[in-house]
């Protein structure tokens, strides 16, 4: 699963804009860095309106149309891609409300006996890393928000998790905001491992309060 994220200063309006092409600026176009982000946070995410790319900050654990309690969000941070098309709350979805969540990184844990260990991933040449994802309006709560898209982990995640998030190529950003589902698809599959490195980092990260650059530094 994807539980953790990490966005630091690097990802300022321009590189929101060179990653995902965007033209016209959003509201609040510098967005703070969050080192821990954690389901419920509010983030930048980029979707289709109106036929144009637009970002904006959607809460974290999908609420779909149909919720009266925010507490579901908690069990919809993530959906699987290889079952998407089979559940009522991620179907309906899939034609015009897919969307890109730009991050610097994500956290996963990989248990060590009793405890668990802690990882930064990022992609190995430094770019934000472009996570395909869907989202929905909850008009009733009045609540924009969106879940992570996993699939089945390549060679070097699996030595740390059994699932990874579905991560785009820039050059494929368009294709899965705008083109039709059955073309869109295929690009709902694991990257390669040597397009990520991994490192350990601090336990603190797990206490969702802790929110530091210190966070997304290696440890030995």
């Known amino acids: 699963m994807c539980g953790r994220k990490f966005s630091d200063e690097s990802l300022s309006w321009s590189m929101y804009r060179e990653q995902l092409k965007l033209f016209t600026a959003p509201p609040a176009s510098n967005f703070a860095p ?116 996993t699939t089945q982990p390549n060679d070097l995640m699996a030595e740390i998790h059994n699932r990874m998030p579905v991560i785009l190529e820039r050059e494929d950003v368009d294709r899965w905001l705008d083109a039709a589902w059955d073309e869109a698809q295929g690009l709902a599959i694991r990257v390669q491992s040597d397009f990520l490195r991994t490192y350990t980092v601090s336990s603190d990260v797990g206490n969702v309060r802790n929110n530091s650059p210190d966070l997304i530094e290696p440890v030995l």
């Open 34 to 149: 969050n080192y821990n982000i954690a389901p419920t946070h509010m983030v930048p995410v980029c979707f289709m309106e109106d036929g144009e790319k637009v970002l904006r900050p959607l809460r974290w654990g999908l609420l779909p149309s149909w919720a009266k309690d925010v507490k579901i969000g908690y069990s919809m941070i993530n959906a699987k891609a290889e079952t998407v098309e089979e559940k009522n709350s991620f179907a309906p979805l899939l034609k015009a409300h897919r969307c890109v969540i730009p991050v610097s990184g994500f956290f996963e844990w990989k248990r060590k006996g009793k405890s668990k260990q802690p990882f930064a991933i990022r992609r190995q040449n430094g770019e934000p890393i472009l996570l395909a994802g869907l989202w929905t309006q909850n008009r009733m709560l009045g609540i924009d928000s969106y879940t992570v898209l």
